[in-house]
């Protein structure tokens, strides 16, 4: 266990009394005293700090904001280049069969590109835009630590150390000053809160997390309530809900692929497994990812095999996430399902402990999102 | 009140046993989410797994502690699983369990051999 990585806030998760798990080489804190439910609801009806310092923050940087912009979307099929000054995009990057291998957050931050990816992840996802991209530098920012507030008083939380925090809209992106630290902060997050993402320098990073938590409306939310949370907001998580032998339409990742970078558009393709994906948006796909509700209050997790029938034999899928939703009361899932049986409102089955259990077919997100657009 | 190394209470109620878990399994298993019991008429033998329980972070099952019938299981667990934490020796109990050979709890831990193996 002591080769485990820690985050600049490692201390202060112990102190606030968590228990701390080993993730993606990190050691993280998984839920603390309040517990995973507690800390759920918390940040549904308030606000949640959530340490995510184990993810990769990269700056991508070339002769000016096009250049970066331009040799990125060789590696990634959105549209990066027409995103404007400190707006922030969602997208992946693809292998040649058209699957996907990270997703990420990427913000135009005037002279450079400022992505976000997934902390298991990281270290190829900086090997494949070193070894792939030409007249652009690429540098791991490793003195930074992440911290996401998320719910809806985080909004009134960070506008009370800088009143600009209440200026920015969904996904915009500027810098603030937080507790003295120079803070790049997003408006996003991984909840389906509204809430912003702010990168502070790793020494300051404990006095930010502090003066967020001393407000009454604040408590620390662990890996536990995050992935309940971003469950329910129908976020993916790469590795589950998505991985290299899915590909963005499979994934139902369509809306992330602007049309310029689609066939016709003014930059169609160019990145790896173009043909392969491009050519799925036009004809189709033989199964797709949705969202799913278990009747019953039994949790179905990650890998229960889902079919047609109560008796049917031939598998049509299987669950990609899932567990117990505090804010819905009851279980959810997200799973892929083979092509015809993905309509809302279809009924499936899926085999728990040996019993073919029903549930539905359900649009995304299970609670509705509540960002500030 | 009796307990298994599997962090089971057992409490006799006349020629019953009333089993559920410890407040000391429900906090390390967390926020229970779902319970399904056993049928009641069933007969179980020792540890034969009759109960599963879910968490906000996994399954784990629960295994009869003794051989015997089930007699009643506890259904205001089964809609408000939440009180296997609020009220784990209480309110939160499991089944009853009609005893076939009493004598298999002879050997289990009292409360002050329970406190020391989860000390």
């Excluded at chain 1, 030409?134 to 009134?156: F, N």
């Excluded at chain 1, 001393?214 to 469950?231: K, N, Q, W």
């Amino acid at each position: 266990m002591s080769d485990l990585l820690h985050t600049p806030l490692h201390d202060l998760h112990v102190e606030l009394g968590a228990k701390m798990v080993p993730f993606a080489g990190y050691s993280m804190p998984v839920q603390y005293p309040l517990g995973v439910m507690g800390e759920h609801t918390h940040c549904r009806i308030k606000a949640g700090l959530f340490d995510v310092s184990h993810m990769g923050q990269v700056i991508v940087k070339g002769a000016d904001y096009a250049t970066a912009a331009s040799a990125l979307e060789t590696l990634i099929p959105v549209d990066i280049l027409g995103l404007r000054e400190n707006r922030q995009r969602y997208g992946f990057f693809t292998n040649d069969a058209g699957g996907i291998m990270d997703d990420l957050m990427l913000a135009n931050r005037g002279d450079h590109v400022f992505v976000v990816v997934n902390a298991a992840c990281k270290i190829a996802d900086i090997a494949h835009m070193t070894a792939k991209l030409d007249a652009v530098t690429v540098t791991e920012i490793t003195d930074r630590a992440l911290l996401a507030l998320q719910g809806p008083s985080a909004e009134g939380v960070l506008s009370a150390l800088d009143p600009r925090a209440a200026d920015m809209r969904f996904m915009d992106i500027a810098t603030l000053s937080i507790a003295g630290a120079e803070a790049w902060v997003s408006r996003s997050g991984y909840t389906g809160e509204d809430g912003y993402e702010i990168s502070v320098p790793a020494e300051q990073a404990v006095d930010v997390a502090r003066a967020l938590l001393a407000h009454d409306d604040v408590e620390p939310i662990g890996l536990g309530a995050r992935d309940s949370l971003r469950l329910e907001a129908g976020l993916c998580l790469y590795g589950q809900d998505m991985d290299d032998g899915l590909n963005p339409v499979e994934a139902s990742l369509t809306w992330a692929i602007q049309k310029v970078r689609r066939t016709d558009g003014a930059r169609a393709g160019g990145f790896p497994g173009a043909d392969i994906i491009l050519k799925a948006l036009e004809k189709g796909v033989a199964r797709h990812r949705v969202g799913l509700k278990p009747e019953g209050r039994a949790p179905m997790r990650q890998g229960v095999p889902l079919f047609e029938t109560a008796d049917s034999e031939t598998q049509i899928g299987f669950v990609t996430s899932g567990g117990f939703g505090p804010s819905v009361g009851g279980p959810v899932a997200m799973g892929i399902v083979a092509d015809s049986l993905h309509k809302s409102g279809t009924v499936l089955y899926g085999e728990l402990r040996g019993k073919r259990l029903p549930l539905t077919v359900t649009p995304l997100p299970f609670i509705p999102a509540n960002f500030k657009r | 009140m009796k307990y298994t190394e599997e962090h089971e209470w057992l409490r006799a109620e006349d020629d019953l046993i009333v089993v559920g878990i410890t407040e000391h399994a429900t906090t390390q298993l967390g926020d229970i989410v779902f319970v399904e019991l056993p049928e009641v008429g069933m007969t179980v033998v020792k540890d034969e797994e009759i109960v599963v329980i879910e968490s906000v972070k996994a399954a784990s099952d629960i295994m009869a502690p003794i051989d015997g019938e089930i007699v009643e299981v506890n259904d205001a667990l089964t809609d408000n699983p939440s009180l296997a934490n609020e009220d784990a020796i209480g309110g939160g109990w499991f089944f009853k369990i009609k005893p076939s050979d009493p004598s298999q709890m002879d050997n289990m831990m009292d409360e002050a051999a329970y406190n020391k193996l989860i000390a």
